[in-house]
């Protein structure tokens, strides 16, 4: 999926992540929280997702708000990630700017050696998000752009609206 988030001056910046789970309330993703999306989402935290299957012609967008989950979830889900994804977790120091891929490949090496027996921990500064929706669009994609888009907009009773936009 993509995910758009906004620094604290409104600058947007998009990036595809992996959707991890379907919560009752939610949508699921896991990152460090110290990467650019970690911080924008840190300063400002309502983002968009967007899912795009263009061979059939659909697309389905997000708009919410977004929290990390517990500590207990994330790390139930690194630690069931394989070793070499739990590894690079310790390894990257994810959105800084790096000299060199070989210093990337020493650190992974280095962490590599220290987690050579035993269980690799979640390191504090990496876990789960959930978005929030508040908002859902469902786009189809129509002869002559006469596309179908309904909106279903979540109201402060928590009853979802739906409205049919034109295209």
């Not at 990036?15 to 650019?36: A, C, M, P, Q």
């Not at 790096?98 to 962490?111: A, F, G, M, T, V």
């Amino acid at each position: 999926m993509t995910l758009a988030t906004c620094d604290s001056s409104g600058k947007p910046s998009a990036r595809i992540v992996l959707l991890k789970g379907l919560h009752e309330n939610g949508f699921l993703f896991f990152t460090n929280y110290d990467s650019r999306k970690g911080k924008e989402i840190e300063n400002n935290p309502f983002a968009c997702l967007v899912f795009l299957w263009k061979e059939i012609e659909r697309q389905v967008r997000i708009e919410g708000t977004v929290e990390k989950i517990d500590e207990a979830e994330s790390d139930a889900y690194f630690n069931n990630r394989p070793r070499e994804s739990r590894i690079g977790a310790w390894s990257s120091h994810q959105s800084s700017p790096i000299e060199s891929r070989e210093i990337l490949e020493k650190n992974y090496e280095k962490y590599s050696n220290q987690f050579n027996t035993g269980d690799i921990p979640r390191p504090k500064n990496w876990g789960g998000y959930i978005v929030h929706p508040n908002l859902i669009e469902f786009w189809q994609g129509r002869q002559g752009r006469l596309h179908d888009r309904l909106q279903y907009t979540l109201d402060v009773e928590k009853i979802w609206k739906i409205e049919r936009l034109s295209p």
